[in-house]
């Protein structure tokens, strides 16, 4: 059922992308194009009923950032998250980092509608990925884009709940925190946010220019406008002078950071063992990702010299069997390639096998800023130095 359910997502995906041709193709576009006019009335009716305060934001006396998107995956969102919160951290904030954990599976006894009725004034607790101290919780059960959060960043909170106000106030009265990250939060309106930084991914600033469910856009490009800060992601040291004057058509005044992923070394999915980027210079290898821009990871490592002599995609945020990951390795053993390179966040979704017939590595990366030196460290300090209290 998941295998089938995954292969659909994927026939959807190249739908929407135009890599899928014929008339039944053809013809789901057309479909899923008219329901993007329903789907546009729908987003921007629920935008003017939290505007003019039909719908209610709640206040949770905590300084409140969200960090999002107007497309569905791929701006490389959970590397900008991990480096805010680090520079928070360090500029003296107590940070807790909300997600929904997107495809996360809560393991805990689900009550009975007996017990719902009964105990309907006392919810179930959000999951605690991490209290700051340990990690609590694994990739499955806290989602692996928290999990890798929670894994990478010590002293920093990870909540999740697809409620991100009940999570909010349980990571402020169960873990003293003073400042929220909204991770993947510019939609969501039901928390009142100080700030919204908004990521652009220079690839494919906005998708494919349709709104969901014929492209990938979540609101359209004016929308943009509810920014306080734009990053745009992904730069390769070419002018974004075009993507820059057509932001500036729908938003005037907020400050413009240009930054890029940078690869730092190669991890061992499963062992305490790092290797330099040199070590793939003039390597074949094979690449192995589940993430929403495969080509983008792919074209990262052909710079770094390798030759990609084998790859395979999988649907976004897909967790691996053991039979999908032998499978694989015996395709490359039947190659002869020296290594594979995953993503971090593919590497959490691993199920552990032992011995590997070839050794498999992800390519940990962090965000680099390449302009805005000075916008990014006020930006810092303008959160660092924002009171407290009644300020969301």
């Known amino acids: 059922m998941r295998r089938w359910l995954d292969d659909l997502e994927q026939y959807a995906i190249e739908v929407i992308l135009n890599k899928r041709h014929g008339f039944r193709a053809s013809l789901l576009r057309v479909i899923l194009r008219a329901l993007s006019f329903i789907y546009l009335a729908i987003v921007q009716a629920r935008l003017y009923l939290y505007r003019n305060?039909?719908?209610?934001e709640h206040q949770l006396g905590c300084l409140v950032i969200s960090i999002g998107n107007l497309t569905v995956g791929g701006?490389?969102?959970?590397?900008?998250?991990e480096k805010f919160a680090r520079a928070l951290q360090r500029g003296g904030r107590k940070v807790a980092i909300l997600s929904r954990g997107y495809k996360s599976v809560d393991r805990r006894r689900k009550k009975s509608w007996l017990e719902r009725l009964i105990d309907q004034n006392t919810p179930d607790l959000p999951r605690v990925v991490s209290d700051g101290k340990n990690v609590l919780l694994d990739s499955a059960t806290a989602g692996d884009e928290p999990f890798m959060l929670a894994s990478n960043l010590r002293g920093v909170a990870v909540v999740v709940d697809k409620d991100r106000v009940k999570g909010g106030l349980h990571a402020i009265k169960a873990l003293d925190v003073d400042t929220l990250l909204l991770d993947d939060g510019l939609q969501y309106l039901h928390l009142k946010h100080r700030l919204d930084i908004v990521l652009v991914d220079r690839q494919a600033p906005f998708g494919n220019e349709h709104l969901l469910p014929r492209g990938t856009l979540r609101e359209p490009?004016?929308?943009i406008r509810r920014a306080s800060y734009i990053l745009i992601t992904k730069c390769n040291g070419e002018s974004n002078d075009a993507l820059i004057q057509r932001i500036r058509r729908y938003n005037r005044t907020a400050e413009i950071i240009e930054c890029a992923h940078r690869p730092l070394y190669l991890q061992h999915v499963y062992r305490d063992e790092r290797l330099p980027l040199d070590y793939l210079q003039d390597l074949?290898?094979?690449?192995?990702?589940?993430?929403?821009?495969p080509e983008s990871f792919e074209s990262g490592l052909?710079?770094?010299?390798?030759?990609i002599e084998l790859s395979r995609h999988f649907a976004d945020h897909h967790?691996?069997?053991e039979k999908e990951l032998q499978t694989f390795l015996q395709r490359c053993v039947k190659r002869d390639v020296h290594a594979i390179i995953t993503t971090e966040k593919d590497a959490v979704r691993f199920p552990k096998i032992d011995p590997l017939p070839v050794p498999i590595y992800y390519l940990r990366v962090e965000i680099e800023i390449l302009t805005g030196h000075e916008t990014w460290d006020h930006c810092v300090q303008r959160i660092c130095h924002l009171p407290t209290v009644g300020v969301s």
């Open 53 to 56: 305060r039909i719908l209610k």
């Open 75 to 81: 701006t490389g969102k959970t590397p900008v998250v």
């Open 221 to 223: 490009p004016r929308n």
């Open 284 to 293: 074949y290898i094979a690449s192995l990702c589940g993430i929403a821009a």
């Open 302 to 307: 052909r710079s770094l010299g390798a030759k």
């Open 319 to 321: 967790r691996y069997t």
